[in-house]
């Protein structure tokens, strides 16, 4: 086991962890997982770090390792890569991190794990894989109203100006703005996706599938920072999976309510969400949607499958008899939406590591249907355009064997002056095309009020 020099120092507590990471949001590969405190109460933790000492970035078959400004290129499985990266370091500070693993795992990197075909329009062209090995980061514990920096053999000088910097807070005066140049467009109008439901019908009367989700997507072009945009996000739509991401290739602005899996020390956890419902301005309607989703016998039927699917993906890297179900049907309230969400447990194999369970969950079967592989086979012929970002994952792996991670939905994705986003929904046999339809809209309704409060009207 390699030695290391571990730092932990005090900082000064921030309510709004995002008046501390401005101060380097336009750092290269700054990234800030985002409880959205105090818009939201949902989450405990904040962490952020920027310009990590390795990049693993992944397009096709070649991964680029990238180590103090030294690349080179591997076909080695990407998962097993970031591991021969992530040496074991543990801690004793009670933090959810001490260094480690933070990016993003998209959607169609499954095509390292999975045989799928080639159909639909890549108009993403960003890599499948984005992640940085980050020997600091800043965490804010927002339940015991502290701050941390912490680190693994940093040199002084440098830990001292890292100290320096988050101490003494410096007020940005530059001013930058962000603009939505066109209105939005979907690439499904309503025909075109009555036309991709009946597909699905088909498949599902044929017993291809159980369920399959059905998504369109939306873009316009833009200009400015995207950081400003997230920042708006964050307050209108708060979520306990906010995350920002200043990426060489790409911005990503995520609002996402649901957790992918987590382990800590060893426990894992996933929280699958099935069931929407919009929330409304009048109490009474409020509570009635909330009562309605909690007795829809077709959602609760489409969350069991889900939870079902993910049992079986976590078992493969759990102990024997440890896999649990200790909530089911929960609801879970959010600025727009109200979700049906379950909870799933089990304790990971003691020679297993956080990655190899992330990698044989990938992606998380919420998004995709079931059973999984051909829900996947028939997404890929019926939306026109690849996933990327979207419905993949946000994570952190930590030195010391913890791991959080996120599903990318009611996620922006900011790359060559276009922001796109992705909304929709699980098909099954009971389902009714008009009311899927309105609830892509449903899921969308922050992010295009977002997209409109930017919108440059001349």
């Known amino acids: 086991m390699p030695t290391s020099e571990q730092r932990l120092h005090a900082l000064p507590y921030f309510k709004d962890s995002a008046l501390l990471f ?114 600091w980061a800043v965490i804010i514990d927002h339940q015991q109203q502290q701050s941390w920096l912490v680190g693994n053999n940093i040199k002084t000088t440098f830990w001292q100006q890292l100290i320096n910097q988050f101490n003494h807070l410096k007020t940005l005066t530059k001013t930058t703005n962000f603009k939505v140049l066109q209105p939005l467009q979907s690439n499904m109008n309503q025909d075109f996706y009555t036309r991709a439901f009946d597909k699905i019908k088909y498949y599902l009367t044929e017993g291809d599938c159980y369920q399959v989700n059905l998504t369109q997507r939306f873009q316009s072009s833009c200009s400015g920072n ?90 493969k890297n759990c102990e024997r008899g440890s896999v649990k179900v200790p909530f089911l049907f929960n609801v879970e309230s959010y600025a727009t939406v109200h979700h049906l969400v379950s909870t799933v447990k089990g ?29 996947m086979e028939v997404i890929e012929e019926l939306e026109p355009n690849r996933r990327g970002i979207y419905c993949g994952s946000i994570a952190y792996i930590g030195f010391n064997g913890n791991m959080d991670s996120s599903i990318t939905i009611r996620t922006l994705v900011h790359s060559n002056n276009t922001i796109r986003f992705w909304a929709g929904g699980g098909i099954v046999n009971d389902s009714i095309m008009e009311d899927e339809y309105q609830e892509s809209f449903d899921k969308a309704a922050a992010m295009i009020e977002l997209l409109t409060q930017f919108r440059a009207v001349k």
């Open 22 to 135: 401005a101060s380097i949001a336009h750092r290269p590969w700054a990234i800030f997982l985002d409880s959205a405190y105090p818009y939201s109460q949902q989450g405990r933790y904040d962490i952020f770090s920027c310009e990590p000492d390795c990049t693993l970035v992944t397009h096709g078959k070649l991964t680029t390792v990238t180590i103090k400004g030294v690349s080179s290129e591997s076909t080695i499985d990407p998962f097993l890569l970031i591991k021969q990266q992530l040496p074991t370091i543990k801690s004793n500070d009670n933090l959810p991190f001490n260094g480690g693993a933070l990016g993003y795992f998209s959607y169609d990197l499954s095509r390292r794990l999975e045989k799928l075909p080639n159909l639909a329009n890549d108009e993403e062209k960003v890599a499948e894989m984005a992640v940085g090995i980050y020997s």
């Open 226 to 315: 995207p950081w400003v945009a997230y920042k708006k996000l964050r307050e209108i739509n708060p979520a306990p999976f906010c995350a920002y991401l200043n990426f060489p290739e790409v911005q990503v602005l995520s609002s996402s309510p649901e957790r992918f899996l987590k382990v800590t020390e060893g426990e894992v956890e996933t929280k699958p969400i099935k069931g929407t419902r919009p929330r409304k301005i009048d109490a009474v309607e409020n509570q009635q949607q909330i009562d309605d989703l909690i007795n829809s016998d077709k959602d609760r039927a489409e969350n069991v499958m889900i939870v079902d699917l993910l049992r079986n993906d976590i078992s």
């Open 347 to 375: 304790i990971l194999i003691k020679n297993k590591h956080a990655l190899d369970l992330f990698k044989s969950c990938f992606p998380g079967g919420s998004i995709t249907g079931a059973p999984k592989i051909r829900a």
